[in-house]
């Protein structure tokens, strides 16, 4: 079994920039892949960044794409979530998940380890 444990979430302002972390412990031998969601009140669980393992595969949700980034270091069993220019359609709560199946995917079904989450408020 694997935990996971967000963390840099916070409030910021429109324009500002936060990084995530996501620390990662237990069976973490059994991860491949890991994707940071998000959820806004209303609306579905949405996969804005994934990473494979050896981090030569990412994905972007369009919405983020060249805002956002995703890295991990497996040393420290962390993944990160660099978010720059943040606007309030980013506001919501941030949610990392691991996988162990061999494919990298947006799908939150796929992901069998998953986080707390961590709010991230953006204000004007």
């Known amino acids: 079994q694997v935990q996971l444990v967000e963390s840099g979430g916070g409030l910021v302002q429109a324009g500002g920039s936060l990084r995530l972390s996501c620390a990662a412990s237990?069976?973490?031998?059994?991860?491949?892949?890991m994707g940071w969601f998000r959820q806004a009140p209303g609306l579905e669980r949405e996969c804005v960044a994934a990473i494979s393992w050896t981090g030569s595969r990412t994905y972007y949700a369009d919405s983020v794409k060249g805002r956002f980034t995703i890295s991990r270091d497996n040393a420290e069993n962390t993944v990160y979530l660099q978010m720059n220019s943040l606007g309030p359609e980013d506001m919501a709560v941030y949610y990392c998940?691991?996988?162990?199946?061999?494919?990298?995917?947006?799908?939150?079904?796929?992901?069998?380890?998953w986080g707390q989450g961590t709010q991230v408020t953006v204000f004007s």
């Open positions: 998940a691991a996988r162990s199946g061999p494919l990298l995917t947006r799908e939150a079904a796929a992901y069998d380890s």
């Open positions: 237990g069976r973490t031998s059994s991860i491949y892949g």
